[in-house]
């Protein structure tokens, strides 16, 4: 194994080298397959771990995703990481995929749908040629930037405390306790050529607005250390949450009637007992070990399964993505994972089945809800063209228009959901007002739920927030129907 030819000395390799310690990243005798892109994060890892492979030993190889993304430039990466790992006499692994089209095919966002190809690639090459270790190369600025990124989506702590050092052993990052201008920095003084990829400055992707636009200002207007705060948050998070699961699982043991291959029974008067808290991260492990992660699995789901436990049918089902069924079974909670693809669950037939869903709505527009078959339109309006209230039923809902900000989220009911009815002065739970108002159970559960930053302010069909109202001042109006098919 040839060393890289230059005799590094600075200060991102001590760092590295203190990274890879701490966390026990490399052991003598591994084989590490690097992902290298040909931008600068990457090339200054391989370069770095060229460095380390006499020490240990270790066995490197090179793994380069085409994502046929940019045309020309994209094969000119390729070649550049080819040339590179030729240089130093390295094994290179290199392949094209069409990500555009697995994105539309999956109905992802570009950027998930790139990684997940990116990291099946990863995998495979990995599991073909023998490396019991991926090193990436996501760094102390990418980690502050996903937070943010995933305190805006309304993550959980498991998105907060941002990426993990090392992943079950095998996904390693070196440098991330290294900061972006360290890395150009050690790349400059050595004199590393590397590609800069134009797409990484356009502000259409959210990531690319936190680097550029988002961090800049909180930097100069309000912590000039914010890189250094939201890592010391996503540690302190990481920690906690390891320290979380140490206490839960006992708690999954004892709710836990069996366990077997693609099929977990939990018992309900057990979780009753247990506070909600802990009731959502034992269902979350549950699925977890069904499914094998828990992307695509959002709050939504969660409470969905803690409704059926606490107040919902004695039979029962709820179908999550992924074929993932649960179901109420008298004291049995039944977690599965179905060969078959599932549908939502049919609530206009009757039976005692419970479904979620959840809209983004970035701008007044007209929107289809399939999981109830309705439709919902929105309608900016000057208070001079406001009907008359009394008149329009309760299918549309007329709002305050500068009280609120898009996005708003369109979902259906939740677990503990609260609003301070129109005319009222205190909140109720949304359950109470269903119960007062005689809505049957199949119902509530298909009743769009309209939020402005977090807060309900219309329960679709019933009545509004007393917030969002349209009062005397009142110069702009949102109007928003609701038409059911």
């Known amino acids: ?107 992802l966002s570009l950027e998930e749908a790139a990684r997940r190809v990116r990291h099946t690639f990863l995998n495979k090459m990995a599991e073909k040629n023998r490396f019991n270790k991926i090193a990436l190369g996501h760094h102390f600025d990418d980690n502050a930037e996903l937070v943010l990124m995933n305190l805006f989506r309304g993550s959980g702590p498991l998105g907060i405390s941002g990426i993990p050092p090392v992943r079950d052993g095998k996904i390693i990052r070196p440098l991330l306790q290294s900061n972006r201008s360290q890395i150009i920095a050690f790349l400059d003084q050595n004199g590393l050529k590397y590609i800069s990829d134009a797409s990484n400055r356009d502000t259409r992707f959210l990531r690319n607005r936190i680097r550029h636009d988002l961090i800049p200002l909180l930097k100069t207007s309000y912590n000039p250390k914010i890189i250094q705060s939201l890592n010391r948050l996503a540690s302190i998070i990481r920690s906690e949450e390891e320290w ?18 693609g099929r977990i029974a939990l018992s309900v008067s057990i979780l009753n007992q247990i506070h909600v808290a802990a009731q959502r991260r034992i269902i979350r492990k549950a699925i977890s070990k069904i499914k094998g992660n828990l992307k695509r699995i959002g709050l939504t789901h969660i409470d969905s399964a803690i409704d059926i436990v606490e107040s919902g049918p004695v039979y029962g089902n709820i179908d999550l993505p992924d074929r993932i069924r649960i179901q109420r079974k008298g004291d049995v909670l039944l977690f599965s994972r179905e060969k078959n693809r599932l549908r939502n669950a049919d609530v206009t037939s009757g039976r005692a089945e419970m479904f979620a869903f959840e809209y983004r709505i970035e701008k007044p527009e007209s929107i289809f809800i399939k999981e109830i078959n309705a439709h919902i339109k929105f309608t900016e309006m000057g208070i001079e063209n ?34 301070t009815p129109l005319g009222m002065t205190g909140t109720q739970k949304i359950k109470k007002f269903f119960i007062d108002k005689k809505v ?38 949102l109007k928003v129907e609701l038409s059911l098919a």
Not at 245 to 258: D, G, Q, S, Y
Request: hydrophobic letters at 40%; one cysteine or more.
């Open 386 to 419: 406001l009907p008359d209230l009394c008149r329009t039923g309760q299918n549309t809902g007329f709002f305050d228009r500068d009280a609120l900000s898009f996005p708003l989220v369109l979902r259906n009911f939740r677990h503990g959901d609260r609003f």
């Open 1 to 107: 194994m040839p060393a890289s030819h230059k005799g590094y000395n600075n200060k991102l390799l001590r760092t590295v080298e203190q990274t890879v310690a701490t966390y026990g990243m490399l052991k003598p005798g591994d084989s590490v397959l690097v992902g290298v892109s040909g931008g600068p994060d990457s090339v200054a890892l391989f370069h770095l771990l060229l460095t380390f492979a006499p020490r240990f030993p270790l066995r490197l190889g090179v793994a380069h995703l085409n994502h046929c993304l940019r045309q020309n430039d994209s094969d000119k990466d390729a070649e550049f990481v080819a040339s590179l790992a030729g240089r130093f006499d390295i094994p290179c692994y290199i392949y094209k995929a069409n990500v555009r089209k697995y994105q539309i095919e999956n109905k």
């Open 244 to 261: 979380i699961e140490n206490v839960i699982h006992p708690l999954f043991e004892k709710a836990a009637i069996n366990i077997q291959d």
């Open 440 to 477: 049957p159970g199949k119902e509530r559960i298909k009743c769009p739920i309209l939020l402005c930053r977090g807060k309900i302010i219309w329960v679709a069909g019933y009545r509004i927030d007393e917030s969002a109202k349209v009062k005397p001042t009142t110069k702009n109006v």
